[in-house]
């Protein structure tokens, strides 16, 4: 009898044993998967709110009501972004007219008559309606 067989037959003899004895010995066996199940399960549940916060945060009011964008924000500079389309730097943007605003602009995020609305170009960040960029876009 080979050392493989010798070993199984010694752990059938003592499961043998153990349940005449009335114990359960696959008990073990069968917690240590009830701990991995539950460790996967816990794990799975907390990547679960990990998405479900994420993508609520990205869809919340209260991202969507992030701060006013600041002309000296450096993107804001770089686009010319004025809070009042009347001082944009015309020399700068010649191309700029002064009916150009971000309420009539397609990125204007926020409604007709919004003060403010968010901009995706400065990260949804408040931007005057009465604004302008250089990155201003016709509304169709
Ligand atoms: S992209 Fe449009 S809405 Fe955004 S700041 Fe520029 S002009 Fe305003």
Redesign the pocket.
């Known amino acids: 009898m080979s050392q493989a067989c010798v070993s199984s037959a010694s752990v059938y003899r003592e499961r043998m044993g153990a349940y005449a004895a009335g114990v359960n010995t696959s008990r073990n066996d069968l917690s240590t998967e009830g701990d991995a199940m539950t460790t996967r399960r816990t794990f799975l549940k907390g990547i679960s709110s990990i998405v479900t916060a994420t993508v609520a945060g990205i869809e919340s009011p209260a991202n969507a009501q992030a701060g006013k964008?600041d002309e000296n924000d450096p993107q804001a500079v770089s686009?010319g972004?004025k809070h009042d389309t009347t001082k944009v730097d015309k020399a700068r943007f010649p191309k700029h007219e002064a009916r150009?605003?971000?309420s009539n602009?397609?990125?204007?995020q926020g409604k007709a008559r919004d003060a403010w609305g968010p901009?995706p170009?400065?990260g949804g960040k408040q931007?005057a309606a009465n604004?302008?960029?250089?990155?201003?876009?016709k509304m169709a």
């Open positions: 964008l686009l972004y150009q605003k971000c602009c397609q990125l204007f901009c170009i400065y931007v604004g302008w960029c250089n990155s201003y876009v």
